[in-house]
């Protein structure tokens, strides 16, 4: 160790003028050596932009911590950090006095994919300075500040990276619809159009749509997609081959599931979605009247528009499909009616009493149906030819133009066929009309 020896001696005048000297007094000084050191502490702060999630794009603070920890001055401390893409400002610091600190210089980092992928990002800085006269330099890497633990495992607690822990949340959204708006018939083909997006933080591989139902099924990239990043969508094209069955329940509905891969090799999903495509459906439209003129054909002219009036559609089962009332001018309208043989219409005045109807109504895909018009006829009032009195008990028989009488099934109430008057001398009959261009015969024996 140096050694530093001084001698000092003071001296002066007595008032007459005679010179006084003390004697010499030395000091022995031991110099210590220069000691530079240096400690650096990195800490790290998150900006998620407000989500509670990391993804690619959310930006890292990085905060420096500088300390003197020598017996010397150091210079022209830089900061050194090797993470590809941090911007560091406030660095070099000119000079740090010892036991001084300095938390002047900060960095910035943009999270990457990758850095989301791995779920973490790990990283180390490295301070160099220098003596006041440059004749040495030297450097410290940093430590993440936590206080004591080893979370590099080399058994030094003050040389540990800053890791930011990035939390993976894997997410896919599934969206199914159909491409073709409707079908007519068997064999039609028919496409749903299926859309898959990453709303999640990691990269999905080996994407998998699975349609079993479908005859074929197409991605732009390919089944599997091979990845797809944070936000990235992929469309696929299902197509499906109109059966019989598909007729028959009036839709074609169809189901896809999505899986995919995590970074990690965990699987998510799947994750499904279902969507429908109809079969072309028909209109049937008419009037309910009462048919003066007795001619069978709806004339608004003549004939009184009858509003309030239910129309049943039944099926051939017996079910009521849809009911419908006539509007203020006689007329209704059945919209979305489902392609079928056997169709029957049954129609019911105010009160509800089956007043009418028509059978073997066969509906087309598509089709528009119209002039399903009730003539509520023929009913009325027999009366004696010479006094003009309502004769009671009078036998009334339907019959058709030449004369035969018409079958039972040609009423709604088969009853009504040969009744006869009530005591006011009225009759009605309420049919299934089948062919309203030859309107029905009324056949009343004398007597």
């Known amino acids: 160790m140096a050694a530093m020896s001084n001698t000092a001696q003071a001296s002066g005048q007595l008032p007459g003028g005679s010179p006084v000297a003390s004697e010499t007094s030395t000091v022995d000084v031991q110099l210590v050596a220069p000691r530079p050191g240096l400690a650096l502490k990195k800490m790290a702060t998150v900006d998620d932009g407000g989500d509670g999630r990391l993804d690619a794009g959310d930006?890292?603070?990085?905060?420096?911590?500088?300390?003197?920890?020598?017996?010397?001055?150091?210079?022209?401390?830089?900061?050194?950090?090797?993470?590809d893409g941090i911007e560091v400002t406030g660095s070099p610091v000119a000079s740090l006095a010892?036991?001084?600190?300095?938390?002047?210089?900060?960095a910035r980092y943009t999270l990457t994919q990758a850095d989301i992928d791995r779920g973490s990002l790990s990283?180390?800085?490295?301070?160099?300075?220098?003596?006041?006269?440059?004749?040495?330099?030297?450097?410290?890497?940093?430590d993440d500040d936590d206080g004591a633990s080893d979370g590099n495992g080399d058994g030094d607690p003050a040389n540990d990276p800053t890791v930011i822990a990035i939390a993976g949340e894997p997410a896919m959204v599934v969206e199914k619809t159909g491409k073709t708006a409707e079908y007519t018939a068997v064999g039609d083909t028919v496409e749903f159009a299926i859309r898959i997006t990453n709303t999640g933080n990691q990269t999905l591989e080996s994407v998998t749509p699975v349609d079993s139902a479908a005859q074929s099924l197409v991605c732009a990239s390919g089944i599997p997609v091979p990845a797809m990043v944070p936000g990235a969508e992929e469309t696929c094209t299902a197509t499906h081959v109109v059966t019989q069955e598909n007729m028959d329940s009036g839709s074609v509905t169809d189901t896809v599931e999505v899986t995919a891969r995590t970074p990690s090799g965990a699987v998510l999903g799947p994750v499904s979605d279902s969507a429908e495509i109809g079969v072309s459906r028909a209109t049937v439209t008419g009037y309910v009247y009462r048919d003066v003129d007795g001619d069978g054909r709806f004339d608004p002219q003549k004939d009184t528009a009858l509003s309030g009036y239910t129309v049943d559609l039944v099926d051939a089962s017996g079910k009521v499909i849809m009911s419908v009332k006539t509007e203020q001018d006689g007329s209704y309208q059945m919209t979305g009616v489902l392609p079928a043989d056997g169709y029957s219409l049954v129609f019911r005045d105010p009160g509800g009493k089956i007043v009418g109807g028509m059978d073997e109504l066969n509906v087309a895909p598509g089709s528009n149906i119209i002039d399903q018009n009730m003539p509520i006829d023929p009913s009325g009032v027999v009366y004696d030819s010479v006094s003009g009195a309502p004769v009671a008990g009078a036998l009334v028989t339907m019959t058709n133009a030449a004369g035969t009488p018409l079958p039972l099934a040609c009423f709604v109430?088969?009853?009504?066929?040969?009744?006869?008057?009530?005591?006011?001398?009225?009759?009605?009959?309420?049919?299934?009309?089948?062919?309203?261009?030859?309107?029905?015969?009324?056949?009343?024996p004398e007597g």
């Open 59 to 83: 930006v890292v603070t990085y905060a420096f911590v500088l300390r003197n920890t020598g017996n010397v001055t150091l210079i022209d401390i830089a900061i050194d950090d090797p993470l």
């Open 98 to 106: 010892p036991g001084a600190s300095d938390t002047s210089v900060v």
């Open 123 to 142: 990283n180390r800085a490295k301070a160099v300075a220098y003596l006041p006269d440059r004749s040495d330099s030297f450097s410290a890497g940093s």
């Open 413 to 444: 109430d088969p009853a009504q066929q040969d009744t006869t008057t009530g005591p006011d001398g009225a009759y009605r009959f309420d049919r299934y009309l089948k062919d309203k261009s030859s309107p029905p015969q009324l056949v009343i």
